[in-house]
């Protein structure tokens, strides 16, 4: 008969991550319950004086092979496994002398915090848990008569069980869910680093034959990006600083809307080595600029487009100051993402009660090296991240004019906003700054458009007379198919132009550049953003 709670005679302890352990271990004990350890779970407890055994005194069997061996015996599995409601199980179990076990309390050898330290291959390896793992899924298993815990965060909840007179097994399923998604986690973070150690090219290393993918909820939401949609967020435990380390210091609870845009705006933002601002609205820059502070940044960000950074993301690369936060609450903001932000900062935003704050501790690195994943029916898409970069050396020239000092510093400018922003995009840029986006668009003439347009309505919003765009240069994520583009961005008042080039007709683009005595410089990098 399977009890509905469970009584605990016997645990085995035997945990990596030790907190908690030395109250489990005395609650235990006062509770009667006999307790079984190794190595370090053992002495840890034995050193806070309560009674413990050691495994191998409890199987009669000497740990061997520099600890591998410990528990991988019949009279610590064979506890785990039996089966109380099974006369055959218990018969068998008193012939051999095995002892029930009744709770496993198991986590992992800390092989991820190993190979993040930079450790050579053999100490990965021997940071690889056989005995832990095989514990922790035989207790999982057997959940009907068996309580498995591998997370210190569940000993407080198994405490209070116990002080009614046990677990339940609806209690004890659901920890074995976890143990399992535990185990699996574990093993999906060894494939990753063996198929990197096997790899034969970096193609290989990222995207091996069979990829696993593991990580650990959150967050889960209110809803997804419409209210029929359910949604969750998930950590992979790389501490890539951005959304996985951020720590909100106000405002109610994020949704997923909030969380896509504040994480594109942030990636946006960190492509800039000066005091920079980015605006998104609706996974799209609306307006992004770098200048001598971060307060001069915002105001040439938000004039950009001033009517769409309304109900926006606001992304900075620098700790936030008193005097931009100041600026920034003049609108609304939904949410402003630094690495961090002074008391003045805090204390101004704190009089806008729904705004979020996030503080990351850090600024991402716009070349680090990753995957990005998309669902398709039947399976998803990986990819490497776009951390395409490019420098002065890398352009090449086209044009019988060459860029002005300011237009090329600008190209570059504008070609990285490009990177961030949707296909088919063009960005025109003066001054450090943008002064027109289009994004999104089928065709990539309308994207030039509809960017000149918005920069009429933000100079009007500006008291100014003539379009911002007049005097730029612009950008556009791909190659001009046909010498329309250019010549909207022409119409636009650019003076120069940045864009991959590698189009059948691109001496038919050049020549409309030179017709209009503009410079143009390519790429040879495409930034689609789908």
Same mark, same amino acid.
């Given at each position: 008969?399977?009890?509905?709670?469970?009584?605990?005679?016997?645990?085995?302890?035997?945990?990596?991550?030790?907190?908690?352990?030395?109250?489990?271990?005395?609650?235990?004990?006062?509770?009667?319950?006999?307790? @079984?350890?190794?190595?370090?779970?053992?002495?840890?407890?034995?050193?806070?004086?309560?009674?413990?055994?050691?495994?191998?005194?409890?199987? %009669?069997?000497?740990?061997?092979?520099?600890?591998?061996?410990?528990?991988?015996?019949?009279?610590?599995?064979?506890?785990?496994?039996?089966?109380?409601?099974?006369?055959?199980?218990?018969?068998?179990?008193?012939?051999?002398?095995?002892?029930?076990?009744?709770?496993?309390?198991?986590?992992?050898?800390?092989? &991820?915090?190993?190979?993040?330290?930079?450790?050579?291959?053999?100490?990965?390896?021997?940071?690889?848990?056989?005995?832990?793992?095989?514990?922790?899924?035989?207790?999982?298993?057997?959940?009907?008569?068996?309580?498995?815990?591998?997370?210190?965060?569940?000993?407080?909840?198994?405490?209070?069980? @116990?002080?009614?007179?046990?677990?339940?097994?609806?209690?004890?399923?659901?920890?074995?869910?976890?143990?399992?998604?535990?185990?699996?986690?574990?093993?999906?973070?060894?494939?990753?680093?063996?198929?990197?150690?096997?790899?034969?090219?970096?193609?290989?290393?990222?995207?091996?034959?069979?990829?696993?993918?593991?990580?650990?909820?959150?967050?889960?939401?209110?809803?997804?990006?419409?209210?029929?949609?359910?949604?969750?967020?998930?950590?992979?435990?790389?501490?890539?600083?951005?959304?996985?380390?951020?720590?909100?210091?106000?405002?109610?609870?994020?949704?997923?809307?909030?969380?896509?845009?504040?994480?594109?705006?942030?990636?946006?933002?960190?492509?800039?080595?000066?005091?920079?601002?980015?605006?998104?609205?609706?996974?799209?820059?609306?307006?992004?600029?770098?200048?001598?502070? @971060?307060?001069?940044?915002?105001?040439?960000?938000?004039?950009?487009?001033?009517?769409?950074?309304?109900?926006?993301?606001?992304?900075?690369?620098?700790?936030?100051?008193?005097?931009?936060?100041?600026?920034?609450?003049?609108?609304?903001?939904?949410?402003?993402?630094?690495?961090?932000?002074?008391?003045?900062?805090?204390?101004?935003?704190?009089?806008?009660?729904?705004?979020?704050?996030?503080?990351?501790?850090?600024?991402?690195?716009?070349?680090?090296? %990753?995957?990005?994943?998309?669902?398709?029916?039947?399976?998803?898409?990986?990819?490497?991240?776009?951390?395409?970069?490019?420098?002065?050396?890398?352009?090449?020239?086209?044009?019988?004019?060459?860029?002005?000092?300011?237009?090329?510093?600008?190209?570059?400018?504008?070609?990285?906003?490009?990177?961030?922003?949707?296909?088919?995009?063009?960005?025109?840029?003066?001054?450090?700054?943008?002064?027109?986006?289009?994004?999104?668009?089928?065709?990539?003439?309308?994207?030039?458009?509809?960017?000149?347009?918005?920069?009429?309505?933000?100079?009007?919003?500006? %008291?100014?007379?003539?379009?911002?765009?007049?005097?730029?240069?612009?950008?556009?994520?791909?190659?001009?198919?046909?010498?329309?583009?250019?010549?909207?961005?022409?119409?636009?008042?650019?003076?120069?132009?940045?864009?991959?080039?590698?189009?059948?007709?691109?001496?038919?683009?050049?020549?409309?550049?030179?017709?209009?005595?503009? &410079?143009?410089?390519?790429?040879?990098?495409?930034?689609?953003?789908?």
């Amino acid at each position: 008969m399977i009890h509905s709670r469970l009584p605990l005679r016997r645990a085995l302890l035997s945990v990596s991550d030790k907190s908690g352990l030395v109250e489990l271990a005395r609650a235990l004990d006062a509770q009667g319950v006999e307790l @079984l350890s190794t190595g370090g779970s053992a002495r840890c407890i034995r050193d806070a004086g309560i009674l413990v055994t050691d495994v191998s005194e409890h199987t %009669g069997f000497p740990e061997i092979l520099d600890g591998r061996v410990k528990t991988l015996v019949p009279w610590i599995h064979g506890g785990i496994l039996g089966r109380r409601d099974k006369e055959e199980h218990q018969a068998q179990m008193s012939e051999h002398k095995i002892a029930p076990i009744d709770l496993v309390c198991v986590n992992l050898y800390p092989f &991820a915090s190993t190979v993040a330290s930079g450790a050579d291959a053999e100490t990965c390896v021997e940071n690889i848990d056989i005995g832990g793992p095989a514990m922790v899924r035989a207790a999982a298993k057997n959940f009907a008569h068996v309580a498995i815990l591998t997370d210190p965060e569940q000993y407080d909840g198994f405490l209070e069980a @116990l002080a009614k007179g046990g677990s339940t097994l609806s209690e004890r399923r659901r920890w074995a869910a976890n143990a399992y998604a535990h185990t699996a986690r574990y093993d999906s973070m060894i494939a990753r680093w063996f198929a990197e150690q096997t790899a034969e090219n970096e193609a290989e290393a990222l995207l091996p034959s069979v990829l696993t993918v593991a990580g650990e909820r959150s967050d889960l939401l209110r809803y997804g990006e419409n209210p029929h949609q359910q949604a969750a967020f998930y950590r992979d435990g790389s501490q890539r600083p951005g959304l996985a380390t951020a720590k909100q210091i106000q405002g109610k609870a994020l949704s997923y809307n909030n969380l896509n845009d504040t994480d594109a705006a942030f990636e946006a933002v960190a492509e800039f080595e000066g005091p920079s601002v980015v605006i998104v609205k609706h996974a799209n820059p609306c307006g992004v600029a770098s200048a001598d502070t @971060l307060e001069n940044a915002w105001k040439a960000a938000l004039r950009c487009d001033p009517v769409s950074a309304f109900g926006g993301i606001v992304a900075l690369n620098r700790p936030l100051d008193q005097a931009t936060a100041e600026q920034i609450s003049k609108i609304f903001t939904e949410v402003i993402v630094a690495p961090d932000a002074d008391d003045g900062a805090k204390e101004v935003l704190s009089k806008k009660k729904n705004l979020r704050l996030l503080l990351t501790g850090a600024v991402p690195d716009a070349q680090a090296k %990753g995957l990005a994943f998309r669902s398709v029916s039947g399976g998803f898409l990986a990819q490497s991240r776009d951390h395409g970069h490019v420098t002065p050396e890398s352009l090449k020239v086209v044009t019988k004019r060459q860029p002005s000092e300011q237009e090329m510093a600008d190209l570059l400018f504008s070609f990285r906003v490009a990177k961030h922003v949707k296909s088919n995009a063009v960005i025109y840029v003066k001054n450090q700054a943008t002064v027109g986006i289009g994004a999104g668009q089928m065709s990539r003439v309308d994207s030039a458009r509809i960017a000149a347009r918005k920069s009429e309505d933000a100079a009007r919003a500006a %008291g100014e007379d003539t379009a911002l765009t007049v005097g730029s240069v612009a950008a556009s994520d791909a190659f001009f198919p046909f010498a329309d583009g250019l010549e909207s961005v022409v119409a636009a008042g650019a003076t120069a132009v940045i864009q991959p080039g590698g189009s059948i007709r691109d001496q038919e683009v050049i020549d409309a550049a030179d017709k209009a005595g503009i &410079a143009m410089v390519f790429t040879g990098m495409r930034h689609f953003r789908h």
